[in-house]
């Protein structure tokens, strides 16, 4: 492993002047160490930041992944190259920057196929003899999701009709070398996460949780950031079981294991934005039995990345195409992620963003767009948002948590994240920080123009937007007074009425004519 690369390359100069023989025990090292087509399970938590009680988060019990953690490698600072779920995960099924793929809007370009010469890395696996499983017979709605923005299919053979993994459900021993890509959902906010709280044997004290600064200290606030810890303890039990899955196949042993978020917490600042909570996310690998390797990790890594080392230790040769570098490579020489933030519904953002050791710069080339864009979708799914709104009208709020409800955003964003976890001190006018600023602000702007999309086509998915939130306004009154109180009524049941209700309209409309 290659937590220290600057060191690892003095040491590979000093060892390139010295002997015959030292060359000789250093490569004799290195095939101790050499990774023989392992199989690969990656378990994907939906919508997650630093939400393991191994990374700190106070209230929450993972025992599972501290365990997990504690035997193989725990990385601080990985980050996506979006933050929302269909960009990322595009970005990490070719390994190459979802922005420069044009799979870079969300849910869009559904019919198109990838670009030449971009491939998803399943094929690549293939190819090396690895058997590809999607989901998990045991896991919440079996693991499955894919959600990439290219034409795909869940199970095929990529050259003839763009199918990316084998088969469904289940690795075995006669699978192997297999890769195993497993979604657990729960995490995703759903209309589950009441009756996980309610059927949980630990839910978690809404008392002991501790709200980031830019939330108001509200019940229905720390009873919705418990009912989510409840969702990842819920995560934590679900690996638990493959574990013992793995362990009873007798393919532990050679198994690594990566577990990784597809972006951050679905709350303020987090899914959909480029701030800390939405781009950082978790990333802890279990390695094969006997394989050297690290405690912790402070190497900066991108989700492109996970795929290129993936790749590297199934023993493929990586393509040039990959935006996307292998952490296992003694090479890599990773120095920031460039994220970027595209469509999502009906919200036509646009935001650059570059994360470094210390500083993370946002751009942002709509500040017309407020944080707050009241997107459809999100208020089903944001009670904090909903409870603060009142409290900003009522003049309630304190300088940091009503940032989130200004009409505009700043253009530029300029954090000292190690200085000032939470971002809650925008530096981009500070002029202290002034040739911090333009170095991070061309770097940007270097990267815009590298990961320049191949193609110009543009397919975006129509949404409803708000239209459904107003439906239930209007008949369902007392429900929406619920929803503005801080509870979640149910997307699910509420978008089905509607949608119930205009086609009755419709068929009015109709009789009429
Ligand atoms: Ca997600």
Same mark, same amino acid.
């Given at each position: 492993m290659t937590n220290n690369t600057s060191g690892m390359r003095i040491l590979q100069t000093v060892i390139l002047g010295l002997s015959l023989l030292c060359i000789t025990s250093c490569s004799h090292k290195e095939k101790e160490n050499k990774l023989e087509k392992p199989n690969i399970v990656w378990v994907m938590l939906e919508d997650i930041s630093h939400d393991f009680e191994c990374y700190g988060m106070p209230a929450v019990k993972t025992p599972t992944f501290n365990a997990l953690a504690e035997e193989g490698t725990l990385y601080y600072n990985c980050y996506g190259t979006a933050s929302i779920c269909s960009t990322n995960r595009s970005a990490m099924m070719v390994g190459a920057h979802q922005r420069l793929t044009n799979t870079h809007h969300h849910r869009s370009n559904r019919e198109e196929p990838l670009a030449s010469p971009f491939q998803p890395f399943t094929y690549l696996l293939k190819q090396q003899g690895y058997t590809n499983v999607l989901g998990h017979k045991n896991v919440m709605k079996k693991g $499955?999701?894919? !959600? %990439? =923005?290219f034409k795909h299919k869940p199970i095929g053979k990529w050259e003839e009709d763009? +199918? #990316?993994? !084998?088969?469904? @459900?289940e690795f075995t021993a006669? @699978?192997?070398?297999f890769f195993a890509q497993i979604q657990l959902? %729960?995490?995703? $906010? +759903? @209309?589950?996460w009441t009756e996980v709280r309610e059927q949980s044997e630990h839910p978690v004290n809404p008392a002991e949780v501790q709200l980031p600064p830019e939330y108001a200290d509200h019940p229905a606030i720390r009873l919705d950031w418990a009912k989510y810890l409840d969702q990842v303890e819920y995560a934590d039990n679900e690996m638990k079981m493959l574990i013992e899955e793995l362990k009873a196949k007798g393919v532990y042993d050679n198994t690594v294991i990566i577990v990784i978020g597809d972006n951050g917490r679905c709350n303020i600042k987090g899914k959909g934005y480029l701030h800390d909570p939405g781009s950082r996310i978790p990333l802890i690998i279990k390695w094969p039995e006997g394989y050297e390797h690290d405690k912790e990790s402070q190497q900066i890594i991108a989700s492109t990345d996970i795929t290129a080392t993936i790749l590297d230790i199934a023993g493929v040769e990586l393509p040039d195409y990959l935006t996307g570098q292998s952490f296992i490579d003694e090479n890599f020489d990773r120095k920031n992620v460039y994220s970027y933030r595209g469509l999502w519904d009906e919200i036509p953002e646009q935001v650059s963003s570059i994360t470094g050791e210390r500083f993370r710069y946002i751009r942002n080339d709509k500040p017309e767009i407020p944080y707050d864009a009241h997107q459809g979708y999100l208020e089903w799914y944001r009670p904090a948002v909903h409870v603060m709104r009142s409290l900003s009208e009522e003049g309630k709020l304190n300088e940091i948590q009503q940032r989130w409800f200004e009409p505009t955003k700043p253009q530029e964003e300029l954090y000292d994240f190690i200085n000032d976890p939470f971002e809650t001190? =925008? #530096?981009? =006018?500070n002029p202290e920080y002034k040739d911090v600023l333009k170095q991070m602000r061309q770097e940007t702007l270097e990267m815009d123009q590298q990961m320049s999309p191949v193609s110009k086509v543009y397919d975006p998915k129509i949404v409803p937007g708000l239209a459904p939130v107003n439906f239930v306004k209007e008949h369902y009154p007392k429900e929406y007074q619920r929803m503005l109180d801080g509870e979640e009524i149910g997307y699910k049941k509420y978008s089905k009425l509607y949608k119930k209700h205009l086609a009755k309209e419709k068929s009015k409309s109709v009789q009429s004519k």
């Open positions: $499955r999701k894919i !959600d %990439v =923005n763009y +199918g #990316l993994f !084998d088969k469904f @459900d006669e @699978d192997q070398p959902a %729960v995490t995703h $906010r +759903g @209309d589950w001190h =925008n #530096l981009a =006018n």
